[in-house]
């Protein structure tokens, strides 16, 4: 495939190095000088009206770096800037889903540089710059797609049109311009203009040429937000194309449909009822449901679930192997699947089925499990099938996510204790929005450990561990954030006492063995200050009962989520607004309520050059 590098890209290479590096620095940095709140989104009174919003847009709106799109997003549009194509030509065509799983493709697509989440965000959808190791896989993926697309006639004609000629070969001209015309828009989101239909028609003889330069151009790899009218200095009214492919790359985390283009096209989407009804359309598509489960899953910080299990033989050698008795190892090593297919279950439902609240997410009873070793901690018999209706937990032990596996099961400990500190991090951080620092002495913990008595409890000890004033600055948050977890063990099993597994090294040439150190009663109670008040907490209930008085389960949602769809961090001033708005709305009304008044609120409809 001849590749061309067109003057956009290096000029958007050159842009996003810059920015990414500031962002890097503060993403770097920035966490780890104290342990600091982010302050609640107190509404400044506005109301978000056309008119008020458009007076003041300067200091209502957060600026937007020009970036790359995330892998999610790249795999996503992918996937459907083909299928897309190909159906033009044949509505049932299964022929982009056949190119898709080519092995050429899949080989092409595993080389992809992974994308990291940022400290701050939380959340891996702010892309860094296009490194050349990155763009020589989008090469790869982008020659591995054309060689598919054109392997021989009757592909090629169903994916270019019956003009292309039975070969591989561009003959005629028509044809050539119709098909950059209409596959280009599928992939730059809006119409091609004439200087970009000269570009790529610049030296390509072969079909497979102008597919591959398509799925390379930077209008293809990135969001550029700059071609509405400039309402004032660096601030762009979004065009309709625009406007549509932000509602993709939000909701869908991909390219517009067909579909939406049209309603770019003809303007309606400009009108608050067209806006509205492609807002609907957009979010009742199943499509929007696997980018939403992504959000959760990286909101919840899922990638700390263990991922791989390596029980002893002999239960006796191995203390975590004992603490998992009675689970075989085959129950463990299907354990995680079954963790996330559970909570992915859990989410659809509460979001999409019922278009369910964000409280009710942290308070239902419902368990969906299909798996009988993970029904075996919940403590009822699994669902038989998907359209089974869920099961009901009736001990209180499990009542909202906070509860379940898909958080307990996150850093298992290697004796199987519940891990205080590691789920005081995940909820002070992605649920209080503190921004902690590393731990300050390494020193002091290491020499703490040595007071630690034998029979200690894992609270007592974690405490003693973290005792120092230095320690305390972020464990007074950290502590009693993961205090509330403990009567869950490391596979998420509720219980009132606490077995601490210790190995015992015997001198030679007697076997080693493992053994209880120490038996406690578990205590959940602790105290924790929210935004400036105390609340008493006694368990996970009690836990989300604070959450939901001070507001930080909205607040919280509201802003892992503007970080996850907007790919950048919010402005404390700027962005207030709209963040108090999706946070009252998170209150009164469901969590897809929130995304369509996200949506169509004046402040999506605009964006702020850095």
């Known amino acids: ?227 509405g009218t400039q309402v004032q200095t660096g601030i762009y009214k979004l065009t309709a194309f625009e406007l549509e492919a932000r509602l993709a790359s939000f909701f869908w985390k991909s390219i517009p449909d067909p579909t939406g283009l049209e309603a770019a096209a003809s303007g309606k989407i400009l009108t608050p009822d067209g806006l509205k009804k492609e807002v609907d359309r957009i979010l009742t598509s199943t499509k929007a449901q696997e980018p939403m489960w992504n959000f959760y899953q990286q909101w919840f910080g899922s990638s700390r679930l263990q991922k791989n299990f390596n029980l002893a033989s002999d239960p006796t050698q191995d203390p975590f192997t004992t603490f998992a008795n009675p689970f075989t190892a085959s129950d463990m090593n299907s354990m995680t699947a079954a963790v996330l297919d559970d909570a992915k279950q859990f989410f659809n439902y509460h979001t999409w089925q019922t278009d369910g609240s964000l409280e009710q997410i942290f308070r239902s009873p419902l368990i969906f499990t299909q798996s009988p070793a993970l029904a075996k901690i919940y403590g009822v018999t699994a669902r038989g099938a998907l359209s089974d209706p869920p099961k009901t937990d009736s001990t209180g032990h499990f009542l909202g996510i906070l509860s379940r596996p898909f958080v307990t099961q996150q850093k298992m400990t ?107 009663p578990i205590d959940s109670s602790t105290s924790l200050n929210i935004s400036g008040s105390t609340y008493q907490i006694r368990d996970i209930p009690s836990l989300v009962d604070a959450m939901v008085s001070s507001g930080k389960l909205y607040e919280g949602f509201s802003l892992y989520y503007f970080r996850f769809a907007f790919g950048r961090l919010e402005d404390p001033i700027k962005d207030r607004e709209i963040l108090s708005q999706m946070s009252a709305q998170a209150k009164i009304g469901s969590v897809k309520s929130v995304l369509q008044l996200l949506a169509t609120s004046p402040y999506f409809a605009y964006s702020q050059a850095p």
């Open 1 to 227: 495939m001849k590749i061309f590098y067109a003057p956009e890209f290096k000029t958007f290479r050159q842009k996003t190095v810059g920015v990414i590096l500031i962002l890097g620095t503060l993403a770097l940095f920035s966490p780890f000088q104290n342990c600091s709140q982010i302050r609640g989104f107190e509404s400044t009174g506005q109301n978000l009206s056309l008119s008020s919003f458009s007076s003041a847009l300067s200091q209502s709106l957060g600026k937007s770096p020009l970036r790359r799109i995330s892998n999610l997003e790249y795999t996503n549009s992918i996937t459907d800037v083909i299928d897309y194509q190909f159906k033009k030509q044949n509505p049932s065509s299964a022929l982009g889903a056949g190119c898709l799983a080519d092995p050429n493709v899949q080989g092409a697509l595993a080389t992809l540089p992974g994308d990291i989440a940022s400290l701050r965000l939380a959340t891996n959808q702010i892309a860094d710059s296009i490194s050349s190791t990155r763009f020589e896989s989008y090469i790869q993926i982008a020659s591995a797609i054309s060689a598919c697309a054109s392997k021989d006639s009757t592909t090629l004609r169903a994916f270019v049109g019956t003009c292309a000629s039975a070969n591989n070969n561009v003959s005629d001209a028509a044809c050539l311009d119709n098909f950059i015309n209409s596959f280009g828009q599928l992939a730059f989101r809006r119409s091609v203009l004439p200087i970009e239909l000269a570009e790529l028609k610049t030296g390509a003889t072969q079909w497979s040429d102008i597919i591959g330069r398509i799925l390379i151009h930077p209008r293809f790899l990135s969001h550029i937000e700059r071609e």
């Open 414 to 520: 290697s004796n199987g204790v519940a891990n205080h500190i590691q789920r005081g991090v995940l909820f002070a951080t992605n649920f209080l929005a503190y921004q902690l620092g590393l731990p300050a002495n390494f020193a002091e913990q290491s020499a703490a450990a040595g007071s630690v008595p034998a029979n200690a409890s894992s609270r007592q000890e974690a405490t003693l561990k973290t005792a120092s004033t230095s320690c305390m600055s972020c464990h007074s948050i950290i502590n009693p954030s993961g205090f509330a977890f403990a009567h869950y063990d490391s596979l998420g099993r509720y219980s009132d006492t606490e077995n601490k597994l210790v190995f015992t090294n015997l001198p030679s040439p007697a076997t080693n063995y493992v053994t209880v150190g120490a038996t406690n």
